[in-house]
């Protein structure tokens, strides 16, 4: 059965420095988001993303954060500096459909630690 | 603003005990509801879904929803749970209207512990 796959499972890294989180959609899906879920609170959507653009972001994905898709196959978050309050769990997921009858399938995520 | 809420963050059952965990949104329009379960280590999977049509939704492993469109609910029931039900539960809804882009908003969440 298709996986999302989401790499590294574990990233930590130092305040201020950048880090890239890497998903693979299921491949013939079209649309895809990101995420986080914050130990102890509640899954928070950050972007959804669909024909090589964003589509919506909410307010928690600010300048600090970036999307894309940069092989047809791979679908990328990057924090450019990352903050202490960005340690979080990180997930991908996809869907076949944006809208109606949407169903997303979610990454086993990323757990990102900022020292 | 869309909201969801599960009403109950943590829940201790013994083996064979029946489940309900409440769930309300938040929307004045259509929506589609989903509940994801998440076991120890892994991943958010599917339980079930509620597009349209029969608001008595049937999932994986004996759960199923009752969609109460007029109290804003989507709760989800199992009439014996079992130990490998221990996991944590999150409602979810898509609310539909001109411009969504199908993000979902969850709920906090539920976590399950049965014992054996």
């Known amino acids: 059965e298709p996986e999302v796959t989401q790499t590294p499972s574990h990233q930590v890294t130092q305040m201020g420095q950048e880090v890239i989180l890497r998903c693979v959609p299921i491949s013939n899906h079209l649309y895809f988001y990101w995420y986080r879920q914050i130990l102890g609170q509640k899954v928070e959507f950050l972007v959804s993303?669909?024909?090589?653009?964003?589509?919506?972001k909410s307010e928690i994905f600010d300048d600090q954060f970036s999307v894309e898709r940069p092989d047809g196959s791979n679908f990328t978050l990057k924090i450019r500096s990352t903050k202490l309050e960005d340690s979080a769990m990180y997930f991908c997921a996809s869907a076949a459909r944006g809208i109606t009858n949407n169903e997303q399938f979610f990454g086993p995520g990323t757990r990102l630690t900022v020292l | 603003a869309q909201s969801v809420s599960q009403h109950n963050h943590h829940v201790i059952l013994s083996e064979a005990a029946s489940l309900e965990l409440g769930c309300n949104y938040s929307?004045?329009?259509?929506?589609?509801l989903f509940w994801y379960v998440q076991y120890p280590g892994q991943h958010l999977q599917l339980l079930l879904k509620?597009?349209?049509?029969?608001?008595l939704v049937k999932g994986i492993k004996g759960f199923e929803a009752e969609f109460i469109k007029s109290k804003f609910s989507f709760n989800l029931r199992k009439p014996s749970v079992q130990w490998s039900d221990t996991a944590e539960y999150f409602c979810?809804?898509?609310?539909?209207?001109?411009?969504?882009?199908?993000?979902?908003?969850f709920g906090q969440g539920t976590t399950l512990q049965v014992k054996p």
């Open positions: 929307y004045g329009g259509t929506v589609n």
């Open positions: 979810a809804v898509n609310g539909l209207r001109s411009g969504n882009t199908g993000k979902l908003i």
């Open positions: 993303f669909y024909n090589n653009e964003i589509s919506e």
């Open positions: 509620y597009f349209s049509g029969d608001p």
